[in-house]
T-cell receptor, first 110, second 110 residues
């Protein structure tokens, strides 16, 4: 499974959009981009995933570049409760070993 | 929504004891995973399984063992607990849906 790189940390003002980048330059054609977040030491929570088209759900939007080598998770109106560690991972249906990187520690400030 | 349960939620145990951390899921997922996570650190894959009677070691060497006798059950065992095993252990499962995590077991070995 392809590796990803993310910034270590990011601050965001409450009410503003938070844009979280992720690089996955070695992604293969059948691998999806997944985003999870982990609040305190709870189990990671699924946010969104996509293959090549942009995706949106009630939590966030996912923008994937045309070459699929990078993506951006957008939290449209960040709240204090969005403070968490956000993980970008790539995973294909045939893959069995799903590994996480260090993620981005997002701090939403009032 | 996948349901995945881990017990116990917290465990404090003395050195040398044998312990089993339980993980069960009700969605019939083939793939299950165990991750180890120290406070503030990233998740490390220690074991995974892609079906009944299959188990594989993950990226992080672990003295624990796992078994997969039934689809829904993926217990992790430490034959002789040591203080170095103090950590949080997170179980996850996936089928065709995204990875779903339990809330973890926080283990303290004294």
């Amino acid at each position: 499974d392809a590796k990803t790189t993310q910034p270590t940390s990011m601050d965001c003002a409450e009410g503003r959009a938070a844009n979280l980048p992720c690089n996955h330059s070695t992604i293969s054609g059948n691998e999806y981009v997944y985003w999870y977040r982990q609040i305190h030491s709870q189990g990671p929570q699924y946010i969104i995933h996509g293959l090549k088209n942009n995706e949106t759900n009630e939590m966030a939007s996912l923008i994937i570049t045309e070459d699929r080598k990078s993506s951006t998770l957008i939290l449209p109106h960040a709240t204090l409760r969005d403070t968490a560690v956000y993980y970008c991972i790539v995973f294909g249906a045939a893959g069995n070993k799903l590994t996480f990187g260090g993620g981005t520690r997002v701090l939403v400030k009032p | 929504e996948a349901d995945i349960y881990q017990t116990p939620r917290y465990l404090v145990i003395g050195t040398g004891k044998k312990i089993t951390l339980e993980c069960s899921q009700t969605m019939g997922h083939d793939k299950m995973y165990w991750y180890q996570q120290d406070p503030g650190m990233e998740l490390h894959l220690i074991h995974y399984s892609y079906g009944v009677n299959s188990t594989e070691k993950g990226d992080l060497s672990s003295e624990s063992t796992v078994s997969r006798i039934r689809t829904e059950h993926f217990p992790l065992t430490l034959e002789s607990a040591r203080p170095s095993h103090t950590s949080q252990y997170l179980c996850a499962s996936s089928g065709t849906s995204p990875l779903h995590f339990g809330n973890g077991t926080r283990l303290t070995v004294t």
